[in-house]
Protein backbone atom coordinates (compact mmCIF):
# COMPACT_ATOMS: atom_id res chain seq x y z
CA UNK A 1 0.00 0.00 0.00
CA UNK A 2 1.43 3.23 -0.93
CA UNK A 3 1.74 6.09 1.38
CA UNK A 4 0.13 8.95 0.36
CA UNK A 5 -0.07 12.72 1.86
CA UNK A 6 -3.78 13.69 1.36
CA UNK A 7 -4.58 17.33 0.71
CA UNK A 8 -7.72 18.85 0.57
CA UNK A 9 -9.49 18.37 -2.65
CA UNK A 10 -7.69 14.69 -3.14
CA UNK A 11 -9.78 11.58 -3.92
CA UNK A 12 -9.58 9.45 0.18
CA UNK A 13 -8.42 6.09 -1.56
CA UNK A 14 -11.00 3.59 -0.52
CA UNK A 15 -9.55 0.91 2.69
CA UNK A 16 -11.36 -1.80 4.36
CA UNK A 17 -10.63 -2.68 8.26
CA UNK A 18 -12.34 -4.91 11.07
CA UNK A 19 -14.35 -3.49 13.30
CA UNK A 20 -15.00 -3.99 16.58
CA UNK A 21 -17.46 -7.01 16.15
CA UNK A 22 -15.27 -9.07 13.72
CA UNK A 23 -17.00 -7.49 10.47
CA UNK A 24 -14.99 -6.26 7.46
CA UNK A 25 -16.36 -2.34 6.81
CA UNK A 26 -15.10 -0.13 3.31
CA UNK A 27 -14.79 3.54 4.14
CA UNK A 28 -16.91 3.48 0.85
CA UNK A 29 -20.10 2.13 3.27
CA UNK A 30 -19.99 5.40 5.00
CA UNK A 31 -19.21 7.71 2.64
CA UNK A 32 -22.70 6.53 0.75
CA UNK A 33 -24.46 7.58 4.16
CA UNK A 34 -23.45 11.42 3.90
CA UNK A 35 -19.98 12.95 4.89
CA UNK A 36 -17.57 10.89 6.75
CA UNK A 37 -15.25 11.94 10.38
CA UNK A 38 -12.53 9.58 10.45
CA UNK A 39 -10.25 9.90 13.62
CA UNK A 40 -7.32 8.14 14.41
CA UNK A 41 -6.38 7.60 17.74
CA UNK A 42 -3.57 6.36 19.49
CA UNK A 43 -4.72 3.88 22.02
CA UNK A 44 -7.89 2.57 23.44
CA UNK A 45 -8.24 3.74 27.64
CA UNK A 46 -5.28 6.33 27.73
CA UNK A 47 -6.96 9.42 28.75
CA UNK A 48 -6.92 11.82 26.16
CA UNK A 49 -8.25 9.47 23.69
CA UNK A 50 -11.22 8.61 25.88
CA UNK A 51 -12.25 11.98 26.31
CA UNK A 52 -12.24 12.40 22.67
CA UNK A 53 -14.14 9.63 21.58
CA UNK A 54 -16.50 10.69 24.24
CA UNK A 55 -16.59 14.12 23.07
CA UNK A 56 -17.66 13.09 19.85
CA UNK A 57 -20.17 10.41 20.98
CA UNK A 58 -21.50 13.14 23.24
CA UNK A 59 -21.88 15.59 20.24
CA UNK A 60 -23.74 13.18 18.45
CA UNK A 61 -25.71 12.22 20.88
CA UNK A 62 -26.63 16.15 20.89
CA UNK A 63 -27.81 16.00 17.34
CA UNK A 64 -24.49 18.10 16.84
CA UNK A 65 -23.40 17.46 12.82
CA UNK A 66 -20.28 15.26 13.23
CA UNK A 67 -20.75 13.13 10.26
CA UNK A 68 -20.74 9.78 10.20
CA UNK A 69 -17.91 9.20 12.95
CA UNK A 70 -15.44 6.38 12.82
CA UNK A 71 -12.70 6.11 14.67
CA UNK A 72 -9.10 4.10 14.06
CA UNK A 73 -6.14 2.98 16.33
CA UNK A 74 -3.77 0.21 16.32
CA UNK A 75 -5.32 -1.61 18.73
CA UNK A 76 -7.43 -5.65 18.45
CA UNK A 77 -10.79 -5.59 17.89
CA UNK A 78 -11.07 -7.14 21.18
CA UNK A 79 -10.09 -4.53 22.90
CA UNK A 80 -12.15 -2.04 20.52
CA UNK A 81 -14.92 -3.79 21.49
CA UNK A 82 -14.25 -3.46 25.32
CA UNK A 83 -13.90 0.03 24.73
CA UNK A 84 -17.08 0.59 22.78
CA UNK A 85 -18.80 -1.05 25.30
CA UNK A 86 -17.11 0.48 28.30
CA UNK A 87 -18.26 4.19 26.87
CA UNK A 88 -21.29 3.47 24.51
CA UNK A 89 -20.01 4.90 21.92
CA UNK A 90 -22.25 4.09 19.14
CA UNK A 91 -19.89 4.70 16.28
CA UNK A 92 -17.65 2.07 14.84
CA UNK A 93 -14.41 1.78 15.52
CA UNK A 94 -12.03 -0.05 13.42
CA UNK A 95 -8.20 -2.18 13.79
CA UNK A 96 -5.59 -1.46 11.74
CA UNK A 97 -3.72 -4.07 13.72
CA UNK A 98 -1.53 -4.07 10.49
CA UNK A 99 -1.12 -0.39 10.66
CA UNK A 100 -1.80 -0.66 6.93
CA UNK A 101 -4.54 2.47 6.97
CA UNK A 102 -1.97 4.76 9.52
CA UNK A 103 0.54 4.07 6.80
CA UNK A 104 -1.58 5.43 3.77
CA UNK A 105 -3.35 8.04 5.66
CA UNK A 106 0.72 9.45 6.96
CA UNK A 107 -0.50 9.16 10.53
CA UNK A 108 2.26 6.96 11.81
CA UNK A 109 3.83 8.11 15.43
CA UNK A 110 6.89 6.43 15.27
CA UNK A 111 8.32 6.07 18.08
CA UNK A 112 5.41 7.01 20.44
CA UNK A 113 6.17 9.44 23.80
CA UNK A 114 9.38 7.42 24.95
CA UNK A 115 7.73 4.82 25.71
CA UNK A 116 8.95 3.32 22.75
CA UNK A 117 6.35 2.00 20.92
CA UNK A 118 6.58 1.70 17.40
CA UNK A 119 3.76 2.14 14.43
CA UNK A 120 0.83 3.91 16.82
CA UNK A 121 -1.69 6.17 15.45
CA UNK A 122 -1.29 9.69 15.36
CA UNK A 123 -3.82 11.63 16.70
CA UNK A 124 -5.55 12.63 13.47
CA UNK A 125 -9.00 13.69 11.97
CA UNK A 126 -10.22 13.60 8.63
CA UNK A 127 -13.52 14.68 7.22
CA UNK A 128 -14.64 13.07 3.51
CA UNK A 129 -17.49 14.38 1.60
CA UNK A 130 -19.96 12.09 -0.25
CA UNK A 131 -17.84 11.71 -3.39
CA UNK A 132 -14.74 10.47 -1.13
CA UNK A 133 -13.35 13.98 -1.13
CA UNK A 134 -10.71 15.08 1.43
CA UNK A 135 -12.14 18.55 2.72
CA UNK A 136 -10.59 18.82 6.48
CA UNK A 137 -7.63 17.21 7.54
CA UNK A 138 -5.60 17.90 11.31
CA UNK A 139 -2.50 15.77 12.23
CA UNK A 140 -0.80 15.92 15.78
CA UNK A 141 2.37 14.99 16.54
CA UNK A 142 1.33 15.72 20.39
CA UNK A 143 -0.60 12.72 21.60
CA UNK A 144 -1.79 14.81 24.17
CA UNK A 145 -3.45 17.87 22.18
CA UNK A 146 -7.25 17.03 21.20
CA UNK A 147 -8.61 18.12 18.01
CA UNK A 148 -10.52 20.92 16.98
CA UNK A 149 -14.27 19.81 17.86
CA UNK A 150 -15.69 23.24 16.86
CA UNK A 151 -14.25 23.52 13.45
CA UNK A 152 -14.65 19.68 12.60
CA UNK A 153 -18.31 20.59 13.29
CA UNK A 154 -18.04 23.24 11.01
CA UNK A 155 -16.77 21.18 7.69
CA UNK A 156 -19.36 18.77 8.21
CA UNK A 157 -21.97 21.26 8.68
CA UNK A 158 -20.85 22.76 5.25
CA UNK A 159 -21.03 19.22 3.38
CA UNK A 160 -24.43 18.00 5.48
Known amino acids: MTVVVLRIGQKVPDFSLFDSEGKERKLSEFIQKGPVTVLFFPFAFSGVCDREMCVFRDSVGAGQRMGNVTGISTDSIFTLKVFAE ?9 SDYNRKVIKMFAVVQDPWVGFGYKGVAKRAAFVIDRKGILRYRWISDDPGQEPPYNEI ?3 VAKLS
Do not use: H, K, S
Not at 86 to 94: A, E, K, Q, R, V
Open 86 to 94: TYNLGFPLL
Open 153 to 155: AEV
